[in-house]
C-alpha cells in the first residue's frame, strides 16, 4: 500500500486536522502542501522561507503548525545530531526511520521499525502512550 504520495499524504493530512476541529487557515495550507510535496524532513526556518514567499508567515506560526500536526500524529520529527528538529509530514501507517548525513544534513528514508520488542518491555514496565524517536547518522556518498 502507498501512503505517500504526496497528494495522499495531504488528503489524509488535512482530514485529520479537520476531524479534530482545526481550522484549515492559508498559510496552514500552504504548510502542508509544501511538506506533502517536498516529502523529506524540513527545519521550521526552511518552512517558514518557502512559505512566506506566497503566504504572510513567521516561525512562531510554523512551530504552532507543527504542534498540533505532531499532536495529530501526521507529522514526524527527525532529530540531527547536533539536536537540531526537523520536520516531516507523513502518511497514514507511514511511521519510518532515517539515515542522516552528518556533513550535508541530507536525510533518507529507511522503512524499517525494529523498536516493537522495545516498546513492549516499556509496556511490561507499566507505560503508556509509549513512542520513539530513532535516528542513524553517517556520512554520505557524496561527502565521503
Ligand atoms: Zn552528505
Ligand atoms: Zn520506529
Same mark, same amino acid.
Given at each position: 500500500m502507498n501512503c505517500s504520495s504526496p497528494s495522499k499524504k495531504l488528503d489524509y493530512a488535512l482530514a485529520v486536522l479537520k476531524e479534530r476541529g482545526h481550522r484549515l487557515t492559508s498559510p496552514r495550507r500552504a504548510i502542508l502542501e509544501l511538506m506533502a510535496e517536498e516529502s523529506r524532513p524540513l527545519a521550521a526556518e526552511d518552512i517558514r522561507k518557502q512559505v512566506e514567499r506566497q503566504n504572510p508567515c513567521d516561525l512562531a506560526t510554523v512551530y504552532r503548525n507543527m504542534d498540533a500536526c505532531l499532536d495529530a500524529g501526521i507529522v514526524q520529527k527527525c532529530m540531527l545530531e547536533n539536536g537540531k528538529i526537523l520536520f516531516e509530514l507523513v502518511g497514514e501507517h507511514d511511521h519510518h526511520h532515517h539515515i542522516i *548525513?552528518?556533513? *550535508?544534513e541530507r536525510t533518507e528514508r529507511i522503512? !524499517? *521499525? !525494529?523498536a516493537d520488542e522495545m516498546e513492549e518491555i516499556a509496556t511490561s514496565l507499566g507505560f503508556t502512550e509509549v513512542d520513539h524517536v530513532m535516528e542513524l547518522y553517517g556520512v554520505c556518498g557524496d561527502c565521503r
Open positions: *548525513c552528518r556533513k *550535508c522503512n !524499517l *521499525c !525494529l
